[in-house]
């Protein structure tokens, strides 16, 4: 009896070891990853694209690139949010590898490489700049986000890059779309669904404002007819 019971405490203890074996090696494969999305404003005639991290499991590198319709815009212009500065940033406007490609697509490297670390932070990596081309065709057009490539620190302290975005291209291909935002072109102006609102409330104060002013001089003409009899 108490041979079995030894029997059965080292089967326990191994099972649980195992198992311990196991989660860790499970952890391991859980791949870090994180969620970008872009939005977009639209102010004196320019639009303004920001790319924000909304979630990261903890990285050390980060790859983009960002599409546009070249035949309607021009990137003029790159900034910074507190999230991208965080994470050493590199883009072409600080060092174009190949001028080929300096203003399309833009493309942005963040590596933590002053300080080796996961960092896990979130918040505006940053924000382009377009200019509306003259003569840019009326019509729907379409800022697309990629993923091209995540590193990351492993527990072993081994720099990982996550399976799941593969790059043959990263100038000009590969990746995963991670979000897009649209504008539109009309009369050579860029329209934004926030620009459309922000007309429709001064259209509809200017006819509030109409209606006002009629209704006032019917008031003061009922008055002045009354004080005439």
């Known amino acids: 009896m108490r041979k079995f019971a030894m029997i059965f405490l080292i ?3 191994t099972v649980t070891l195992l198992g311990g074996v196991a989660s860790f090696a499970s952890a391991e494969e ?3 990853d994180v969620k970008v999305e872009l939005k977009k404003t639209e102010r004196d005639g320019k639009l ?3 790319a924000s991290m909304t979630e990261n499991d903890g990285i050390n590198g980060l790859y983009l690139r960002v599409e546009f319709d070249t035949s309607s815009l021009t990137l003029v212009n790159r900034t910074f949010g507190k999230a991208g500065e965080a994470l050493d940033p590199i883009d072409q406007f600080d060092d174009p590898v190949d001028p ?3 203003d399309y697509p ?3 490297t963040f590596a933590s490489i002053a300080d080796v670390k996961n960092r896990d932070v979130t918040g505006a990596l940053f924000t382009l700049e377009f200019d509306l081309k003259e003569g840019a065709a009326d019509g729907e057009y379409e800022v697309s986000l990629y993923v091209c490539e995540v590193w990351y620190l492993s527990s072993s302290n081994t720099s990982v890059k996550n399976p799941k975005y593969q790059s043959s291209d990263l100038y000009r291909e590969g990746g995963v779309k991670a979000s897009a935002v649209t504008y539109e072109v009309k009369g050579e102006k860029v329209i934004t669904e926030e620009s459309k609102k922000n007309k429709s409330v001064i259209v509809g104060v200017a006819v509030g404002g109409s209606a006002a002013i009629v209704i006032a ?3 003061a003409y009922v008055v002045y007819k009354k004080k005439r009899k």
């Open 11 to 13: 089967f326990l203890l």
């Open 30 to 32: 859980e791949h870090h």
């Open 48 to 50: 303004y694209v920001t």
């Open 100 to 102: 080929s490609v300096f």
């Open 106 to 108: 833009y493309t942005a």
């Open 217 to 219: 001089l019917a008031v």
